[in-house]
C-alpha cells in the first residue's frame, strides 16, 4: 500500500472494489490496469448502465420468450433497461453481511475496557492546532 501511496496511484477500499459490481450480470471485469475508482466511474454511467441493461435484457430467458401478458413482459424488460442496481446488488451480497456482523462485533467494547476519555472538554485554539501541524 505504501509504495502504491508513494508513486501517487489512488486506492479504492470500498464495499463496490470488492467485487459486487462484477458480480452483476453484464458488468464488465476491472482490468488489471485500471485504477478500480475509474473503473467505478466508467461502469456506473447512465449510457454503460442502460448498456448493460439491454445485455441483461438479451440473456434473459424471460425476456427472450414469448410473453404471457404484454403488461408483465414491458414491466419486466423495464426491469433490465434500468440498468445494474450496485446497491441493491450489495444489499444482498455475502460481503455486505459480512460487513454488517464485524461492525456489530467491533460495536461491544472488551470485556474491561474503559471509555474515552479526555483532558480538555474542548479543542484547543486555531492558533495552537497551527502551530502543532508545523512541527
Known amino acids: 500500500m505504501r509504495e502504491r501511496a508513494v508513486r501517487g496511484r489512488a486506492v479504492v477500499k470500498s464495499p463496490l472494489s470488492?467485487?459486487?459490481?462484477q458480480a452483476i450480470p453484464g458488468v464488465p471485469a476491472c482490468p488489471a490496469a485500471l485504477n478500480p475508482a475509474t473503473w467505478m466511474l466508467?461502469?456506473?454511467s447512465p449510457g454503460e448502465e442502460a448498456r448493460m441493461g439491454e445485455q441483461r435484457a438479451l440473456a434473459c430467458c424471460m425476456c427472450a420468450a414469448p410473453p404471457?401478458?404484454?403488461g408483465a413482459a414491458d414491466a419486466h424488460r423495464a426491469s433490465h433497461r434500468a440498468g445494474a442496481d450496485f446497491a441493491?446488488?450489495?444489499l444482498k451480497s455475502a460481503l455486505f453481511q459480512?460487513?454488517?456482523e464485524l461492525v456489530a462485533r467491533l460495536?461491544?467494547?472488551k470485556a474491561g475496557a474503559q471509555a474515552l476519555a479526555f483532558?480538555?472538554?474542548y479543542a484547543h485554539g486555531w492558533k495552537t492546532q497551527f502551530k502543532e501541524l508545523l512541527q
Do not use: K, L, M, W
Open 119 to 121: 483532558t480538555r472538554g
Open 42 to 44: 466508467e461502469i456506473s
Open 18 to 21: 470488492a467485487g459486487v459490481p
Open 88 to 90: 441493491d446488488e450489495y
Open 68 to 70: 404471457h401478458s404484454q
Open 107 to 109: 460495536s461491544e467494547p
Open 98 to 100: 459480512h460487513n454488517e
